[in-house]
Structure formats: C-alpha cells, structure tokens
C-alpha cells in the first residue's frame, strides 16, 4: 500500500480495476497534511457573516462605556435608601440632577447620572407627594446597574481567531467601534465535470457548487467536454474538483488525465462505500480530488473528502457540517470489515432505519433519508436496536438528544 | 389579561411600567395565528438551494432512465453462469454485444447491453484464453443491475411540499429534468431600527440583517430617525420589526407611534427575560413587531418572537433554528416562575455552566456562550446537576448526543 502514496507509482487502472483501496483514514490524514498558504482578507465587519475570523479581535473600549442603568425607574443613592420597608418608607426628592435625598427618573440603557450608585425599580416605590416618591426597598450600590467595562474590558479578548461569526458577533463588534475584521478567504474551488452538458452532469454540477458554498467556498467552473483543458485551466484554484470518469473503465479519464497535464495521482480507489472510485492528486501544488459520476457516490466523496478540505482551507472546523444524535436502529445494517459504509437511514418513531445498503443506494434514497451512519471499516455493521450515530441532514430545532 | 388582546385596549405605558406582561405561549400563539396570503415564486431549480417548495414535485419519468450496470464487470445472461464456481469455471466468449454464452464489458452507470440480465464483477472472473474468461461465480438474475425505475418511478413523490431543499434535490431534480420549481417567497422583512445613525443601532441593524437572511427572510430598511415615517413606509413589507425605544420611557415611542400611523398594539411586554418590553401589534394587515434596543433583549426577542414569524411566513419549520442537546448543568440556575428565561451557557467538559443570569447578561455574554438554556414559566429555575436541553449556537459535527 506505500507504494500508491508515491505518486511515481501511479498507474492506469482502467479496465483493470482497483488492486487496493486506500483506508479513508489515511485519506484524512492526507487531506490535513496538505500544505497550503492560508489567504486572508479585511472586509466590513457588518457583512462578515459566517465567516472565519483570521486574527483574535480584542476590545478597543469598555463596554459598556459608562455605568448604566440596568431596568428601567430611579436613580439613588443606595444610602439613602438604608433600611427602606414597606413598613418604613422614605421620601425622597424627584430630581433632574442627582443628590442627597434626590431621585431621577431613568430609563434601562441610560447612562447613570454621576453622584447615584443603584436604581430602584418601578415596584419599589410606591405613591408619594407631588414631587417626592417613597422607596419601599432598601437599594445595596451596584444594584439596578450594568457598570461600565462589566460586560467587557477594553483590550480583552472579544472574539477569537478561528470563530465563524454569528449575528450577535456583528453586534458586538459594532459597539466595540469595529468597522473591519480580518476573515480566511473563501477557498476557490474549480469545479470540472465530465459532461456532455445537459445530462446527469448538470446534476452533479449544481448539488457540488451548493456543497461548495455550504462549506465556505467560491465555486466556479461546471460541466466540460475536455476534461484535459479543463482542469489545467483551474490550476488558478485553490482546490480543483472533478467529478465523473473516476472509475476503473475504459472511458475513466479523469486520473490519466490529471497526469497528462501535469499533476499527479496520491491515491486512486478509497475503501468506502458509495464513493469508492474516488482518487487525491496534485497539480502545480493544489489538491485535486477525483470524485465519481455516480449522483449519491459523488454526493457522499464530496462529504467525505472534498468538504473536509475545503472547511479546513477556509478556517472552518474539520468536523462533518451535521448535527448527530443516537438512535437505536431499526433494521440492522450490513457491512464489510476494511471498508467504511455510509449509509442512508429514515428517522421511524424513536428509531433509524437504514432504507438502502451502502452499496446499491441511489441519490433518491438519500433525499428520502433524514442522515446517515457511517460504519467505520473495522466493523461488519451493526445489528439490530444497537445505538448508532446518525449524522443528520437538518438537525435544528430537535429538542431530542441527550448527553449519553 | 384579556383585554391586553384587545388592540382597542392598548394605552401608552410610558413612564407607567408593563401592568402586565403576556405569557410568551399567548405571544406564540398569536404569531402563528397571524393572518397572511402565503406568496410563491417560480426560479431555476439549480438556484433554489435552501429554498421550500411550496408543491409537491412527482417524478416525471424513471430513475434509473433504463436498466444499468450497478458495478464495473461483465454484463452476462444469469443462466449461463449456472453452477459456475472455483472448483467449476464456466468458459464465455468476450464480446461486444450480447448473447448466450458471451460477457459484455460494462462499466457503473452504463445502460445494461439488451438481453443480458445480469453484471458479475471483475473479481467474479479469472485467466482465460484470449477472447474469453472464466466465471469463477455463480450470478443471479438482476444482480449487479439498477434497474429501470428501481431508485424512483415515474409519477412517484419526489420532494414533498415544505422540502427546504438541499444539495441533493438539486441533483435529483436536475436528473428528473425539472428545471423550474415553485417555491415560497422569501419573507420581506423591513428593518426600523431606533436611530441615531451610528451609534449602537447600527450593531443592532447588522446583527437583524444576519439573523433575517439566516431565517429565509428579505431584510430591507435600517437605522432610521423619524420612527413614524419609516413604520408608515414598511407597510410594504410582509413583517415589520422595529428595534429600540419599546420599553416604558418616556423616550420610548415604538408602540404610540406604531398607533399613530394607523397600527394597533395586540401585547405590549412579554413574561420573558431579556426581552420583556417586546410588543406585537399590527399595521395595514401586517404584523409589527417591536423588539428592544438592549442587543442581547433584541438578540432573544428576535430569535423567540420575530425569527418564529418569519420562519413560519417563508414556510420554513417554526423550531428554532439550534440544534439541541442536553447537558447536566455546571451550576443551578435560578429564575421566577410566570416568567421564560432565557439563559446564555457555556459548555465545559461534561457540562453546561451558565455565564450570566436572563436578567443581567448583556450582548458579549451571548458572544462567550456556546448555547441558550430555556427556562420556562411553569419553573422557578434548575439545580446543579439536573439534566437541561441546550440549544446550541454551532452544533455541527458533534457526535455527543444520544436519544435519551
């Protein structure tokens, strides 16, 4: 098996079929070695949206900053309010400005005017002479009050490198004066699909550039005739995708031509099933992942394969981009012990239930399926009512999992 | 309570305080009981990723189009290889079409070659003389095959309506040749955001943008100063949500000013913290929702009240869009019973430790936070140690949950 990682020791394999197939693990392992120079780029904070911070961000002033009212109702001094009850209420003076045995109206959010120390709230004070209102409850200093720099420290870390920003980042970063942040460039990804154009190419074509943009990058490229052509013009990539003519047949191009133009073949045949005929190579120093033609193999090589590379390009987490949960399964699931099977399961009441084998699915029973399970190579399945992972394809808003 | 409903009752709160503050079922049930004209559209289905149809789309011919090579092998009639075994090779002659006792070249995908009923694989051959091979195993009819119509009949569902589509519709419809497909109009969404321009109402303009976009809505408007106008403009809109100036100040004129231009206020103050100064009311047929200025309070009224509308108008699920899980709890939390709380957490090791109370957390607590623990009305809080459902900011690629 050494000997297919050395890229001297690619052969053509069509006609002949896969001698061996590599372990998806040491796929992996290969994808997260691959060097590469991380781009960054500096845009406007407010349209930074999901992408991947490049720098930690820390705070440039308090926040908040200045001592705040917390909730809406007076500012006091706390001693004034000491030993304040329902059965001993004090009167204090309404005020515009702060002082001895003076209150002032504020609102939640308003700068705290300089001399109170605590806000009593609406509820606690009660009816009083024009001009004057009593406290019923005794204020401790701080109470009613978000003070400055409580939220957050100038010069604290506020948002660190690697963090894919959220809504309320954009917010933050706003009121910390941020007007740009330096993010990970979008890895561009070519896109070359062995056509004719029209046919099931087109379909392979628009689900990758949907993946592709899922995963944080840019795709461009699509369906071609001349596979060589092609791809030798997306060397200008950061990662290059064929898809189609991965196999082991006579019209199987896709790796010979890969070689033709330049690059060169790491592993051809990957031990996993749909998605088996899926090669890694390189041309002039980027990746090139060979994908298979088959909708669901190409669907599952992309996850496997092609999407890890290009979260990590981008910055994001290597981690499958689904929610998982257990469930015990509903139907056991066969497999073979040296190759990882993925395969598609329904969610059934409390149950998964496999509704194809990793072998003969085709794409509609994947777009059937609510996720998958992925059998790791050293097992032969799993048997029926055992607990499995599933990797769900829309995971939101399920109040169901529990930490095991 | 019940003449809270009444927008007739509605009165000026400002410098009064909420009387009383709705229970966010009652919020949640007027939301989805909101009156609206559901509109569609028609687009190119390559383009509609993450889009929900708003029909049901059938199969319009069969997948497979005709009976294919399942695997890379010889195409063959079953009968012939009869008994064929290690100890028994039966002799076939290669050829290019078929016929009784000769084998067919096939490759994954390709049409099945007519007459032959089944594909034995690469390794189901031996050595033979030139021109022919040797079936070492035995195949059964329909073996190796897809056949026609075996992944989805012509006229079966395909992709229900509600389908949010994902890359592999995209595929699947593309091979169906479906190029258009109707989906539901993305929800206009006018942003009214309390100005002026620059200060924190511009964090909170980019953080509603980002979270209007993420539900499937349009987001259109911003920061504005003069309230009335802009409330009066939105009406094109098919959601309204103003941000800022909600409370009982006396600054606070999103509710009479939403009155004003001919709106009606349905509930003003929400038994939920942060975000109790929310209001919901209506204009010209339309919902207004008036969350508040506070980020955080904004952040949580978006995400409990406005994103729960705008999901349910762009037909998208009502859940809220966090995968879950449950954790035990680091440290108790407490709350009021009569009131949600919505409590930002953090994730260490095993646990889920609150970092702030519903009450004083501001916008960079939320920012810290992994997830959101919901701490409903019925509970006055949670121990230490008890098992809650965490609803997370980033749940992808977390194989830690199991179905309880």
């Known amino acids: 098996m050494a000997e297919a990682d050395s890229p001297s020791a690619w052969r053509d394999i069509r006609g002949v079929g896969f001698a061996e197939r590599a372990p998806l693990a040491r796929a992996w392992a290969w994808l997260d070695a691959a060097p590469f120079v991380p781009a960054c780029e500096t845009m406007p904070a407010a349209q930074a949206i999901g992408r991947v911070l490049a720098a930690d961000v820390s705070a440039s002033r308090d926040l908040p900053t200045t001592d705040r009212a917390a909730i809406d109702g007076f500012a006091v001094r706390a001693g004034d309010t000491e030993s304040a009850g329902i059965y001993n209420p004090l009167l204090l003076a309404l005020s515009d400005s702060p002082g001895a045995g003076s209150a002032v109206p504020v609102f939640a959010g308003a700068p705290l005017p300089p001399g109170a120390d605590a806000v009593v709230a609406f509820s606690s004070v009660s009816g009083s002479a024009p001009g004057h209102l009593q406290v019923i409850v005794e204020a401790a200093a701080g109470e009613g009050i978000a003070p400055r720099g409580g939220a957050l420290r100038a010069g604290a870390m506020a948002l660190c490198r690697g963090r894919r920003l959220r809504p309320p980042d954009l917010a933050l970063l706003a009121m910390l004066g941020i007007e740009d942040v330096t993010v990970f460039a979008r890895p561009r990804t070519r896109l070359v699909v062995a056509g004719p154009k029209g046919g099931d190419a087109e379909a392979l074509a628009a689900m990758l550039r949907a993946l592709v943009v899922r995963d944080g990058g840019v795709p461009s490229g699509g369906v071609c005739k001349w596979f060589g052509e092609a791809i030798a013009m997306a060397a200008e990539a950061d990662v290059i995708l064929t898809a189609g003519r991965s196999g082991a047949g006579e019209d199987d191009v896709a790796a010979p031509t890969l070689v033709e133009v330049g690059g060169e073949m790491a592993m051809h045949g990957i031990a996993m099933r749909p998605g088996a005929s899926s090669g890694l190579g390189r041309l002039r120093g980027k990746v090139v992942l060979l994908l298979p033609g088959s909708p669901l193999a190409c669907l599952i090589a992309y996850d496997m394969l092609a999407g890890r590379l290009i979260r990590r390009l981008g910055g994001f987490s290597l981690d499958l981009p689904y929610p998982c949960a257990t469930y015990p399964l509903g139907r056991k699931i066969v497999s073979a012990i040296g190759i990882t099977d993925v395969v598609p399961v329904a969610l059934a009441g409390e149950a998964a239930v496999p509704i194809a084998s990793a072998e003969s699915a085709e794409l509609a029973a994947s777009c059937r399926a609510d996720g ?33």
Do not use: I, N
């Open 372 to 404: 998958f399970v992925v059998v790791p190579e050293a097992l032969e399945g799993y048997a029926e009512g055992e607990t499995v992972a599933v990797c769900l394809y829309d995971g939101f808003g399920r109040h169901l999992y529990s930490r095991a």
